[in-house]
């Protein structure tokens, strides 16, 4: 995750907290059917 804050240094703030909290749902998906659905 370092390295995706790294690059999100010069982006908004708040497309940065889209992009982290879409990032997390992904990881945390409790299924492969709800990560495809979200992807």
């Known amino acids: 995750m370092a390295k995706v804050h ?6 908004p703030n708040r497309l940065c907290e889209l ?3 879409d990032i997390y749902d992904l ?3 409790a ?7 979200q992807v």
């Open 6 to 11: 790294e690059k999100l240094k010069n982006v």
């Open 19 to 21: 992009v982290m909290a």
């Open 27 to 29: 990881h945390f998906a």
């Open 31 to 37: 299924t492969s059917a709800v990560y495809d659905e």
